[in-house]
Structure formats: C-alpha cells, structure tokens
C-alpha cells in the first residue's frame, strides 16, 4: 500500500511537467504532421487534405533541393571543422589545468557559444566585408587578391561553416574537457614510461578513449548545423536583394513559404523532412553507443 502511494505521488508531481511538455513540444510536431499533408493556405478558408502531394513536389522544387544541399554541406562541415579542433583545444587547456589563467583559457572558449547570435553575426558580415572588412586588408597586406565572401555562392557557405563553428567551438569544447578529465592518468602515465611524447600520447591515448564524447559532439554539432538559420540570414541578406537568397537553408526556405508565399502547409512538409534527418540522425548515435557498449 505504501509503494502504491508512492507511486501515485510521484506521478502526481510530474504530471504537470509532461502536461507542460507535450503541449509544448509534443502538440506542435503532431500538428505539423498534419498540416504537411494539407494544401494549407493562410489566406483561404478551403484547406483540403492532398496525402503527399506535398511531399512530391518538395523533391522536384529545385529551392528546396538547393536548400538542402546547402543545409548539409554546411552541417558536415561544422562538424568536419569543429570537432577536431574542439579534441586540441580541450586537450591544451586540459594540460594547462595547473596553470592559472586555465579558468581564463576555458571562459575565451566559451564565450562565443553563449554571444547573442544576430551580433555576432553582425560582426562576422563586417569582417567578410568585400570593401571595409579586417579580413580583405589582411590578404591584400599579404599580396593576395581580395575576395567577394559574401557575393560568391562557395565563399558565402564557407563564411557560414565558419561562423557556426565558432559559435559550436564553446559547448563542444566544454565536453571534451569533462571527457579529458575523466580519462585514467595511469594510462598516460604508462606512456610517458613507454617513451611516448605528448603528440604520441594525445593520439593514441586521449584519442581512441574519448571516443564515445567524440560520437556526441558530433551529432549534437551535425543536428545543430541542420538547424542553421540565422547565420545565412544575416550573412547573406543583401546578396542579391532578397532574404538569404545567396546561401539558401532549410528552416530560411520554410519561413519564406509559410509567411512570405502562405504556403503553411507546403512549409510543414519541409519540417518534417528536417524532422526525418535529425531523428536520423539521432538513432544512428544511439546504434553507435550501444554498439559501443557492447564492446
């Protein structure tokens, strides 16, 4: 009897948590369930149900396409340029734990993760700037030629991998530095009586032991990437007098057909394929991790 009680007191107290929860995250993925398989206009009292027509006419707009295309290139690249240079990072401050500037060091790192992103962003369209920015001075002081970031289709996705990697950097480093800290110091130890340098020890020590931070940092870095609004929206908003014209996103182009065409239910289409790819994504981290422990 007492157990019951418990039991029944506890769910008492969570409930109105997952109340809480399931209005507000669980009702608005259902909801755009729906609403992707309706021809939902804002604009009209008529919202027929059409099934997947939706759907079939995502994979034949050449926007979409294109804006997917950009997603994940600039998903994969953050990834691609945030997590090793988030292992060396953490691994420098780690073995500067002693020193006191370390908590210096790891607030740096930090900072940009926790930076208001439209400012920050701001300040990276001024440092890409064809005209006035730091960064074409500095080439031109070198004697290479200077370059059109913003205007040019490739330059303009590799100025927003690079702002969205130094916003990832703070969080991903941060993990890596739990991991660090949680490794054996036997086992460094060991090498070091092996003969191994730092170098040695970093790669084949630190390396393969935090490989199951690095499987995290990667996926919450790539579903973070997919996620990738802002960036291209401030970057580029100017590029060819439209809105995020010149690198085109996923969450951008959804936005601009719910509110800009009305075309909500064509928009909830849209969600739900990037709804698809990060649950994706997702399992594959989870088949990743229990692959791992079984080993």
Known sequence: MLQQKRWRFAILAILPTLAIFAWVRMYPIVETLRLSLHQWN?????????????????????????????????????????????????????????SRFSGFYETSVFIPHVVSLVPAAMAWKWIFDAKLGPLNALLEFFGIPAQAWLFDPVLSVICIIV????QALGYAVLIYLVGFKNLPVSLFEAAKLDGASGVQRFWHVSVPMLKPITLYVSVVTLISGFNVYAQAFVLASDSQGAPGRQVRVLVLDMLENSFRNYRVGYAASEAVVLLAIVLVLTLIQFGLLREKGRK
């Open 163 to 166: 702002l969205c990697s130094w």
């Open 42 to 98: 804002i604009l009209s009292k008529n919202k027929p149900f059409i099934g997947l027509a939706n759907f079939r006419e995502l994979f034949q707009d050449q926007l979409f396409l294109n804006a997917l295309t950009n997603t994940s290139i600039i998903a994969f690249g953050v990834v691609i340029l945030t997590v090793p240079t988030a292992m060396v990072i953490a691994g420098l401050i780690h073995h500067r734990t002693h």
